[in-house]
């Protein structure tokens, strides 16, 4: 199993510009995540997916989209690309056999820098 | 409301010293997990440990143990005979009811280990 990845691992955007992050994992996990990581903020989640189609807001969710096609991949668009977006952006899937407590395991992260 | 603190922001201790990174929450639910990540200079979240609010039993696992007290609200971890490969960010995170599964995250706790 290769698990959750990521691509790009690096990515630099001009300000405006648009761009998908993508994440794939073949864990057969329901749940899928965006957290972006901030230093002094903490990892904060940005969307999050329970199954294939569907999806909802976590606690940063302005200038992102998401969306769940298929169980396997969770793509997050960055619709028109602002500075403050400039983070280290986690994907991380589990199952949902536990009412809350299932383990998230993250892929290696993008890091994005908006200039 | 939901809080993790992590008081220790960075530890440097030389190789084989014991050491304990303290993790302190705040919740109002009754049935909740709490986890531990590492985050080596690579980059990744590596998962550690889970343990759920009815669960008080310490765990060890080679070097690390984990002591879980309800009572003061903490679930500290510590390292044993510290080797320089344990250099990294670890976090301490909760997750508690509602259905998004959101983590919630200490900053962290930045451990240096100096041969």
């Known amino acids: 199993n290769a698990g959750v990845t990521q691509t790009p691992k690096f990515q630099v955007l001009k300000t405006g510009q648009s761009m998908t992050l993508q994440c794939a994992q073949d864990?057969?996990?329901?749940?899928m995540s965006w957290y972006r990581q901030d230093p002094g903020m903490g990892l904060r989640l940005i969307h999050y997916?329970?199954?294939?189609?569907?999806?909802d807001q976590g606690e940063v969710p302005n200038g992102y989209n998401v969306s769940r096609s298929t169980t396997e991949d969770f793509p997050l668009r960055l619709l028109s690309a602002a500075p403050s977006q400039t983070s280290v952006y986690f994907c991380?899937?589990?199952?949902?056999?536990?009412?809350?407590?299932?383990?998230?395991?993250f892929g290696p992260g993008t890091r994005l820098t908006v200039l | 409301a939901q809080k993790v603190t992590q008081a220790q922001t960075e530890i440097s201790v030389v190789e084989k010293e014991d050491v304990t990174l303290d993790c302190v929450y705040e919740?109002?639910?009754?049935?909740?997990?709490l986890f531990w990540y590492k985050q080596p200079p690579s980059g990744e979240l590596v998962f550690l440990i889970r343990?759920?609010?009815?669960d008080e039993q310490n765990e060890i696992s080679g070097r690390y143990s984990w002591n879980f007290q309800k009572s003061t609200s903490s679930f500290n971890f510590t390292i044993t005979a510290s080797q320089v490969v344990d250099s990294a960010v670890y976090f301490c995170?909760?997750?508690?009811?509602?259905?998004?599964?959101?983590?919630?995250w200490g900053l962290g706790t930045s451990l240096a280990v100096n041969p």
């Open positions: 991380a899937s589990s199952p949902l056999r536990d009412t809350l407590g299932d383990t998230q395991y």
């Open positions: 864990m057969n996990h329901e749940y």
């Open positions: 997916s329970v199954g294939a189609g569907i999806t």
């Open positions: 919740t109002r639910d009754t049935t909740y997990y």
């Open positions: 343990r759920n609010s009815f």
């Open positions: 995170a909760l997750t508690g009811a509602g259905n998004n599964r959101k983590l919630i």
